[in-house]
């Protein structure tokens, strides 16, 4: 029986019991995790990630790691080159931008988008792997509209301070509402 979310036992052999189609909750011997994979137009794997829950102790259960992994390659770093010059380009509003995965390559969709110092709103982006948007002038965070748009599973990076010399930025991966932090390095290659 395979619904939506699975629910699996973190055993010193690998997870054990019925995966889901969405996710799969694994309880590890280190806690709770939420796993998922995002698959691309026909099929191709696009994005994995484990990420933990809540950290406990279960005695007798194998630990389990965060991890994300990008199967077929890590996204171009001229993407993100990209994307930072046309953010440092108007610094004083909010820009966005998204890796997308089709066709076996990755490109960088800038969608329609109005916006202010405060606010960008825009079409979501089939096949997104990884989001990217500006604060401008304000500091790099994920704030509560952030949260909620990050209900489903991507990578999402928040520029900040673009007025600034040496600006921020901030990074995680998103699996349905649990997020774990990332470093820019471990998105682009």
Same mark, same amino acid.
């Given at each position: 029986?395979?619904?939506?979310?699975?629910?699996?036992?973190?055993?010193?052999?690998?997870?054990?019991?019925?995966s889901?189609?969405?996710?799969?909750y694994?309880?590890?011997?280190?806690?709770?995790?939420v796993?998922?994979?995002?698959?691309?137009?026909?099929?191709?794997?696009?994005?994995? $990630?484990?990420?933990?829950?809540?950290?406990?102790?279960?005695?007798?259960?194998?630990?389990?790691?965060?991890?994300? /992994?990008?199967?077929?390659?890590?996204?171009?770093?001229?993407?993100?080159?990209?994307?930072?010059?046309?953010?440092?380009?108007?610094?004083?509003?909010?820009?966005?931008?998204?890796? /997308?995965?089709?066709?076996?390559?990755?490109?960088? $969709?800038?969608?329609?988008?109005?916006?202010?110092?405060?606010h960008?709103?825009?079409?979501?982006?089939?096949?997104?792997? /990884?989001?990217?948007?500006?604060?401008?002038?304000?500091?790099?965070?994920?704030?509560?509209?952030?949260? $909620?748009?990050?209900?489903?599973?991507?990578?999402?990076v928040?520029?900040?301070?673009?007025?600034?010399?040496?600006?921020?930025?901030?990074?995680?991966?998103?699996?349905y509402?649990?997020?774990?932090?990332?470093?820019?390095?471990?998105?682009?290659?």
């Open positions: 029986m395979n619904g939506i979310v699975g629910y699996l036992v973190n055993h010193p052999d690998g997870p054990r019991g019925d889901g189609r969405a996710y799969d694994i309880m590890a011997g280190n806690g709770l995790f796993r998922a994979e995002k698959l691309g137009q026909g099929g191709a794997p696009l994005l994995r $990630a484990t990420v933990q829950v809540a950290e406990t102790q279960v005695r007798g259960l194998a630990p389990l790691v965060e991890s994300m /992994v990008f199967p077929q390659g890590k996204p171009p770093e001229f993407h993100w080159h990209a994307f930072l010059a046309m953010a440092k380009e108007r610094p004083s509003v909010e820009a966005y931008a998204a890796v /997308v995965g089709r066709d076996g390559a990755y490109h960088l $969709a800038v969608p329609e988008q109005e916006v202010t110092g405060a960008v709103e825009y079409q979501a982006v089939a096949d997104t792997v /990884v989001d990217m948007h500006s604060h401008g002038h304000m500091g790099a965070w994920f704030s509560t509209t952030d949260n $909620a748009d990050d209900r489903g599973f991507r990578v999402s928040v520029l900040g301070r673009l007025d600034m010399l040496t600006y921020e930025v901030e990074a995680r991966v998103s699996v509402g649990y997020h774990s932090q990332v470093y820019v390095g471990d998105i682009f290659r």
